[in-house]
């Protein structure tokens, strides 16, 4: 069974959805530089624990996260530019790099404060729920940098460009149902709704074959940058690796229910999933 020790992160699974919680709720779970380390450790150990389906990236304390932190991540290491660029990197691959690339589904939840630096989980996880009450700000502008990192495009990739702009610009917050209107979330909910809106799209997600939700997260993510060429040379060959090693033989076995059995109804719901000996 792995585990999870850590100071600034805290790691709950409970049937099979883990609780990726940034853990510094003091700070409003501003993002310290070993938050990051704790972070991208975690995540690297979960994407292969088979105890965790679905991935949660959440904070504690009621609040997602203040971005990074302005002391600990920016003043102090404005002497120290080996750490800082140590650290960045750190920053940059669990929030990007791990979750766009993520082999399980990841859904941010989130509550409280969103800002700056953490828009960067907020639109590397595959799904991200909000409460109506949630507020976000683009807040870099109001204390004189820009978002860097990569803040700006994830941002700009995700909301339409005069969205982008205006928040980008102006550091205005605003809250989960815009944040749902302009196309940066999936869904807002009230804030007492949260929590099960989340456990129950976490649950639809188990009931998919996983090889096939792995190739679908993926490809979708990786088309929108690709001509179209490319991209059908590129969904043919990742249509033919998610069957390899699939444990659940999801393409005759969808086929079979079907076609033989007619168990069910590809438009309406997923196939009948083997309950497998690791399970
Ligand atoms: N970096 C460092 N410390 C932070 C922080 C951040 N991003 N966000 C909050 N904190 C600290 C505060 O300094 C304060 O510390 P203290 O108790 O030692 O004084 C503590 O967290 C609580 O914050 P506070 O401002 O008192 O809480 P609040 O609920 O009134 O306001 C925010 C919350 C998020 C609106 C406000 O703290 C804020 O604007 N933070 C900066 C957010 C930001 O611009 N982040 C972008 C970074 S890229």
Redesign the pocket.
């Known amino acids: 069974m792995t585990t999870y020790a850590y100071e600034t992160v805290k790691i709950d699974i409970e049937d099979g959805i883990a609780w990726a919680m940034l853990n510094r709720p003091?700070?409003?779970n501003?993002?310290s530089p070993q938050l990051h380390d704790e972070m991208d450790d975690a995540l690297a150990k979960l994407e292969y624990d088979p105890q965790a389906k679905v991935i949660v990236v959440c904070g504690a304390g009621g609040?997602f996260s203040?971005?990074?932190?302005?002391?600990?991540?920016?003043r102090d290491l404005d002497s120290d530019p080996a750490e800082r660029k140590r650290s960045r990197m750190v920053a940059n691959r669990w929030r990007w790099e791990r979750l766009f690339n993520y082999e399980k589904p990841t859904i941010a939840m989130v509550e409280g404060?969103c800002?700056?630096?953490?828009f960067m989980q907020l639109c590397g996880c595959d799904f991200a729920f909000a409460a109506h009450e949630a507020?976000f700000?683009l807040?870099?502008i109001?204390?004189g940098?820009l978002?860097a990192s990569l803040?700006a495009k994830v941002v700009a990739d995700m909301v339409l460009p005069r969205h982008a702009l205006y928040y980008a610009c102006l550091g205005d917050a605003f809250d989960g149902k815009e944040a749902e209107r302009i196309g940066l979330i999936t869904r807002s909910v009230p804030k007492d709704e949260l929590r099960a809106a989340v456990v129950e799209l976490a649950v639809k997600l188990m009931g998919k074959s996983p090889n096939a939700l792995r190739g679908t997260k993926q490809a979708m993510r990786h088309v929108r940058g690709m001509p179209d060429p490319q991209a059908y040379d590129y969904l043919a060959e990742k249509m033919k690796a998610s069957r390899v090693g699939d444990k659940q033989d999801s393409y005759n076995s969808g086929l079979k229910q079907f076609l033989d059995e007619k168990s069910y109804k590809p438009a309406h719901g997923a196939f009948r999933l083997k309950q497998l000996a690791d399970e």
Request: net charge positive; charged share 25%.
């Open positions: 003091e700070k409003r501003a993002m609040n203040a971005g990074q932190d302005l002391k600990k991540f920016f404060y800002v700056g630096g953490a507020t700000s807040s870099e109001n204390w940098i978002p803040v």
